[in-house]
Structure formats: C-alpha cells, structure tokens
C-alpha cells in the first residue's frame, strides 16, 4: 500500500498529461485526417504555405489544385484544415 502512496503522483502527472496533451493532439489528427478524405473536386483551398486554389483532381494522398498561375500536384495533407474552414466561412 505504501509503495502505491510513493507512485501515485506519477500516475496522476499521468493522467494530466494525457488528458491536456496526448488526448487532444489525438482528437486533431484524426480531425484532419477525415478533413483530408472529405475533400472533393470543386473545394476551395488554402495550403498550410498559403497558396490559395480550388481542388480540380483528387488521387489518394495527393490532390491537384488550380492556381491562377496553373496547376499543382501537392499532398493532400499539405492542404490546411483551419484556414480552409475559413475561407468556406466567407
């Protein structure tokens, strides 16, 4: 019983990492990841270097977007979820 007393504010330290660090990093990725297969041809994007274009071909992992300058080919997760989110919002 004591040597649970010496452990237990490990096991909490723990726990609060888990609960404020690990578990919401977790909840993001998958987030992004559903974000990434919920693209479709027609999507206005911004990439996480701020290129701004409109999806015009989607493969697995990569996506061709239009520019005013031409196309693209970049990989779907270089596309940013938040800042796309809010270009829709306009």
């Known amino acids: 019983m004591e040597q649970l007393t010496q452990f237990a504010p490990f096991i909490l330290m ?13 909840k993001k990725a998958k987030s992004e990841k559903e974000f990434e297969s919920a693209l479709k041809v027609g999507d206005k994007i911004i990439t996480k270097s701020g290129l701004h274009g409109k999806v015009s ?31 829709a919002k306009k």
């Open 57 to 87: 071909e989607l493969a697995d992992t990569t996506a061709v977007i239009e520019t005013m300058s031409g196309k693209l080919k970049m990989e779907r997760s270089a596309i940013s979820m938040e800042m796309s989110a809010a270009l």
């Open 14 to 26: 723990f726990v609060v990492i888990y609960f404020f660090m690990i578990r919401p990093q977790q």
